[in-house]
């Protein structure tokens, strides 16, 4: 009598709405989750080519190669890259100065070409030395101009915009047609 405890049920735990709240935290996760995407070089397209488009002469045009060993041309002179940024300033800040070099920054234009089998690091640090110029050469001009840097100018100013035009990035990049 005095061991009559009463039989009790083993506890469990019901799991019929488990596959519910996975399913539902699975949404949420994929909802609330931010997936990085590589950006890549930005870089603006030229407008589409059109019959009528002016001829460019010969002086105002810098033509950069860079081979497949990894050696740069410009002008088909060797340069090292340390010499590329001086060389791009004297050539595009010329302002028909020497008639070797362009007649203004506004038709000074760069053509950048490479072969195929050019490393890939030497093309990346190539497009660096070119629009680093073309930043040097935007500041300078915004701080003798306005008294403060380019990059703290508001966008879209027209103070921005006179910089831009003044010193338009006229990038040709292109792979050689020859092998």
């Known amino acids: ?25 699975l949404i ?5 989750t931010t997936i990085n995407v590589d950006t890549g070089i930005s870089l603006v397209l030229p407008p589409p080519i059109q019959e009528d488009r002016p001829q ?12 497949a060993d990894g050696l740069i041309r410009m002008d088909d002179k060797p340069v090292l890259i340390d010499e590329v940024k001086p ?26 070409k490479t072969q195929r089998e050019t490393p890939y690091k030497v093309y990346i640090d190539m497009l660096d030395e070119v629009m680093g110029t073309y930043k040097q050469l935007r500041n300078e001009a915004s701080i003798s101009e ?34």
Not at 4 to 12: F, S, V
Not at 56 to 67: G, T, Y
Not at 156 to 179: C, D, F, G, H, W
């Open 56 to 67: 460019v002469h010969e002086r105002n045009l810098m033509n950069i190669l860079v081979n």
């Open 146 to 179: 306005f008294g403060i840097e380019f990059k703290s100018l508001v966008n879209n100013s027209s103070q921005k915009q006179l910089i831009i035009r003044m010193y338009p990035k006229n990038i040709s990049v292109a792979e050689t047609s020859e092998n």
């Open 87 to 112: 060389i791009l300033r004297e050539f595009i800040n010329n302002k028909g100065k020497d008639p070797e070099l362009s007649d203004s920054p506004q038709k000074a234009i760069i053509s950048l």
């Open 1 to 25: 009598m005095f061991n009559n405890k009463p039989i009790r049920e083993k506890a469990t735990i019901n799991g019929s709405s488990m596959a519910d709240i996975a399913f539902l935290l």
């Open 28 to 32: 949420f996760f994929l909802v609330t």
